[in-house]
């Protein structure tokens, strides 16, 4: 029974709401992040200039002020790196710092190591810069406008879809154009490195992807990646903008500390974060659909044109991801989904919670919300005629859905739960005698694809030891950024050893203990890293229980681990003195532990294969009321019903729910990017742009749930919970549209995301609040003058 999986009633530690490893020391301040960590005697800090133009050539760089300017030490220009000068894993598109030309406003062009972090600034400031400038492509219709591209067009198609669409009883159509987002991590992007001996590097790196820093430092410094280790503790936020985007200024750091000799530390202001850094990709949506009486889709044609910025990063991926979540719930006879990864000047946008399923999603949603608007019918009654079913269940990229019964079972428990029906009738009335206040309630579901969509990089590695006297020491490839990762892999050791969580030690990742990592990403942090750490685990159980057998001369099968000790056939042992025992004779107490995702297959070429290995499902109810006059919104409740399979800790699923919906909320009501003619970013600090605060969280919000088991074999049967509940505020976003609507038939339609004030204002249209006060008077009442 030892290596068997513990029955539900044993269990210990897993599926118990247990606090964050960190919880108690960020709440006091104690959790030491890389700007705390000690400094090495003699650190030089940096600041780095960046490009005044968003397109042209450099004429004139001139360093001297720079150099002369007090406390500064070097000046670090291209001509400074001693190996590659590119920040991409895979692509030479995007230089660490920019030599001759520039292609975004606030490009890198040197960085300064001085001896405090003010004479850096203070310093970068002095250089003259001249830039021969030409006219940039700012906005995704400018880049379609160039026909340049980051990477080529790509497309599911299924049947043909034009045919179908005219041959549909009816059709509509529409443009949704839908904002990009700032990461908005509390800790900035930094970066710490410290030279050693024969060339050696430690950068110490706020990064989701340790093994990626390596492999750019390494690369930029021209050393074997074994002569660099990338090291990260925790991240203070993360959301994917630190899966690629770390990469440059750990290879400046690393630079500078090379030409210096000495351990060098940049970490960027906020405003130079949200001008130098990647973002959520925003989109222009062009849609055309045909349908019948009941709603029921018959074809759908879509384009999802994306801002990629000057290079590809992960714009494969996210736009991809956005195409295989342009379906949603809903299965699509006749499909034509297209792409184009649009070249702007503009910062290479990247990876951002969701990767492109929000955007596909959100896509999705309006075009169920129109077909329903043209009907005159419920959009519940048009998503739940359109979900996925058996005999309709194959996605346009070839996967079947085997489960879309969860999906399902999970809306009809929400919409009674929710008392939709009833207050969706109780909105129509109060509609009706409100003129000023318009109410909307959307229920969106949501299904979410778990895996990489990179099939290679869905493998793990871990490294477990326990000691003599019975403590672990926990390692493994996943980076703690406040998710609760760590916590929950500790969690998963404690219960397979039997032991309580004070003996589980977890320590940094970092890439000389377990290599060639994936990024913390995709959701998949737990799933991946929790089963290699379970592998590591028995590995050693098996060695200890072999040896307990052999020296108590008992079935291996008589072996057990449990609160605190082995059980061994009738005699009960204290876990740390099997472990001393085994040691003296010579029984390997360390292992390391693998894991790879089964299943996985898909072929980009032919757009077709599994590219998941399950779904995460999920539906959210939104309640708000929109002032039509002033586009003012307020959330005055949410039902969320989320299936995270069984939970290993409920408190942590609970708040990663909470807070990607509030954050995906954000997303399509507050957070507007804006950028200038010019590519310069004008809302590039907290003054100019707004993420949700306490009071914009709805007083009334539901989280509960859902009851049911990953039917495939996860780490103790859970789901992914990290991305998915982003998605749940689309059903904000629809709620709104629906208020928009009841206000101004057709609106609903012309509301963009962000649906900030603005935005409801255009969409609303031309509106005459007195004559709208007065057809809503009774007629025995005198009218307005």
């Not at 919409?415 to 029906?421: G, H, K, L, P, V």
């Not at 916590?487 to 969580?501: D, P, R, T, Y």
Request: hydrophobic share 45%; net charge negative.
């Amino acid at each position: 029974m030892s290596l068997r999986e513990t029955p539900e009633v044993l269990l210990r530690h897993v599926r118990k709401p247990l606090p964050h490893d960190s919880a108690v020391k960020q709440v006091q301040g104690a959790a030491p992040y890389i700007d705390d960590l000690p400094e090495p005697q003699g650190t030089l800090h940096l600041a780095v200039g960046g490009a005044p133009k968003a397109r042209g050539t450099v004429t004139r760089l001139d360093l001297d002020r720079v150099r002369a300017a007090p406390g500064v030490v070097a000046v670090i220009t291209a001509a400074d790196i001693p190996g590659r000068n590119g920040v991409a894993a895979h692509m030479d598109d995007e230089p660490i710092l920019a030599d001759g030309t520039v292609a975004f406003h606030g490009q890198p062009l040197f960085a300064v190591a001085a001896t405090t972090r003010d004479a850096a600034r203070r310093a970068v400031l002095l250089a003259r810069i001249e830039i021969a400038a030409e006219p940039p492509a700012v906005t995704v219709d400018d880049g379609l406008a160039t026909g340049e591209r980051v990477l080529p067009d790509y497309a599911f198609v299924g049947g043909d879809v034009a045919a179908v669409i005219a041959a549909a009883p009816r059709q509509t159509s529409g443009t949704l154009r839908i904002g990009g987002q700032e990461h908005f991590y509390l800790e900035g992007q930094i970066a710490l490195a410290v030279p050693g001996e024969d060339g050696a590097m430690l950068v110490h790196s706020s990064t989701q992807h340790p093994s990626e820093v390596q492999h750019i430092v390494a690369r930029a410094l021209g050393v074997p990646d074994a002569f660099v280790t990338c090291e990260v503790r925790r991240m203070g936020g993360g959301f994917g903008g630190k899966e690629t985007q770390a990469n440059p200024w750990a290879a400046i750091a690393a630079v500078a500390a090379r030409v210096t000799g000495r351990p060098c530390k940049l970490r960027l202001d906020r405003d130079a974060d949200m001008a130098m850094t990647g973002k959520r990709h925003d989109f222009r949506v062009d849609w055309s659909v045909g349908f019948d009486a009941d709603g029921r889709i018959a074809g759908l044609d879509m384009l999802l044109a994306a801002r990629c910025g000057i290079s590809a990063d992960c714009s494969q991926g996210v736009v991809d991801r956005s195409m295989f979540h342009a379906d949603n719930t809903y299965f699509l006879p006749a499909f034509r989904i297209d792409s184009r990864r649009v070249k702007t000047n503009t910062v290479s946008n990247t990876a951002f919670r969701g990767f492109g399923g929000p955007q596909g999603m959100l896509a999705a949603e309006r075009v169920i919300d129109a077909v329903a608007w043209s009907l005159g019918r419920d959009p519940l009654d048009v998503r739940k005629a359109n979900f996925y079913a058996t005999g309709r269940d194959r996605t346009p990229y070839g996967q079947t859905v085997t489960d879309a019964d969860i999906g399902l079972a999970l809306v009809e428990e929400l919409e009674r739960t929710s008392d939709y029906r009833a207050r969706r009738a109780a909105i129509a009335a109060f509609n009706a005698a409100s003129p000023i206040l318009k109410r909307g309630l959307a229920l969106t579901p949501l299904k979410f694809g778990i895996s990489f969509t990179l099939t290679s990089l869905n493998q793990a590695g871990a490294l477990v030891h326990v000691y003599q006297d019975g403590s672990v020491h926990l390692n493994h490839g996943g980076t703690e950024m406040g998710q609760g990762l760590f916590q929950k892999v500790a969690q998963i050791a404690a219960e397979e050893f039997g032991i309580g969580l004070d003996r589980v030690r977890i320590t940094p990742t970092t890439t000389d203990k377990v290599p060639n990592t994936s990024p913390t990403a995709a959701s998949s942090g737990t799933d991946l890293n929790g089963m290699a750490v379970q592998a590591a685990a028995r590995v050693i159980k098996g060695r200890m229980a072999a040896f307990a057998a052999e020296t108590w001369s008992v079935p291996a099968d008589q072996v057990m681990f449990q609160d605190d000790h082995v059980l061994i056939g009738n005699q009960r042992v204290p876990f740390g003195e099997l472990a001393r025992l085994a040691h003296a004779a010579r029984v390997s107490l360390s292992s390391t532990g693998f894991y790879k995702t089964p299943t996985l297959h898909w072929d980009r070429a032919k757009a077709t294969g599994r590219p998941f290995f399950y779904y995460a499902w999920g539906a959210a109810v939104s309640e708000v009321v929109v002032d039509v006059t002033t586009g003012e919104t307020k959330v005055l409740r949410v039902d969320i019903l989320h299936d995270v399979g069984r939970s290993l800790n409920p408190a942590i699923d609970i708040g990663q729910i909470e807070g990607g919906f509030v954050q995906g909320m954000g997303w399509l009501t507050t957070e507007e990017l804006v950028f200038d003619a010019e590519g310069r970013l004008l809302t590039h600090a907290p003054s100019t742009y707004k993420i949700p605060v306490a009071g914009d969280v709805p007083a009334d919000f539901r989280v509960a749930l859902f009851d049911g088991e990953n039917r495939e074999e996860t780490i103790y049967r859970s789901k992914a919970v990290g991305e998915p509940p982003f998605m749940l505020a689309i059903s904000v976003f629809c709620a709104i549209a629906d208020a928009v609507e009841a206000a101004s038939p057709g609106g609903g339609l012309r509301l963009d995301a962000p649906a900030t004030p603005e935005a409801i204002v255009r969409a609303v249209g031309p509106f005459d609040p007195v004559a709208a006060l007065a057809a809503a008077l009774p007629a025995a009442l005198p009218r307005p003058a």
